[in-house]
């Protein structure tokens, strides 16, 4: 594809007025492939990856594409990587075209990852206004106390910002350790993990099962399917205005 302006770029996305755009550029708000943007660059808006304000901008295609992947561990939710770790986008055998992860997971987490190249239903589902729930299946070392299992569900506090409450319950034990289904309305960095060893328990294993209606089922690690239309429509809904 023909290479255009950086400007151009956003205001094609429809984003910002061309002179609002040569002021975040300047003021090194933009980055391009991972690196701060110059006034008078240009890009691929198919290939390159644009962020504004750390946050990704996509090129608007006529025809947009959605999918769920089940992400393995030790992959990373990027589209490439400085230290050459495995990238959630090599497991999208199959597919044609630029898609980019919707939200995070870490490293060594696993489960229900979107990845779409909607730019506009991205920026909904990870605006913090709209809770969509978030279920994870964590297993622990060893047993859950009642004071643990008590304080998991009070109020608490991370980087001085006051979480939304959760929902959890122990869905098994055994010799391995503690299963816990674990549903949150926001995802803050490492937040189930970090939330954990706050009451001192000791994740072995974390893994998204669903977000909102939309569930991981039977989906084999590594591999993705694209959303149904039905479930498109249904993400829309949940990330309108109320």
Known sequence: MKKIRLQKFFTDCGVLSRRKAEEEIAAGRVKVNGHVASLGDKIDPQSDVIT?????????????????????????????????????????????????????????????????????????????????????????????????????LSPMTLDGYKLLPIKAEITSVDETGTVLKMTLKEGRNRQVRRMCQEVGLTVKRLCRVAIGSIKLNNLPVGKWRYLEPSEVEYLYKATQAK
């Open 52 to 152: 504004w304000n750390d946050e990704a901008v996509y090129a608007q295609n006529e025809e947009h594409h959605y999918i769920l992947l089940h992400k393995p561990r030790g992959y990373i939710t990027s589209t490439s990587d400085p230290q050459n770790r495995k990238c959630v986008l090599e497991l999208l055998e199959g597919h044609r075209g630029r898609v980019y992860p919707v939200g995070r997971l870490d490293y060594n987490s696993e489960g229900l990852l979107i990845l779409t190249d909607d730019g506009e239903l991205a920026n909904r589902l990870m605006h913090p206004k709209h809770h969509i729930e978030k279920v994870y299946r964590v297993k622990v070392a060893g047993t859950v106390s009642e004071e643990q299992f008590d304080k998991l």
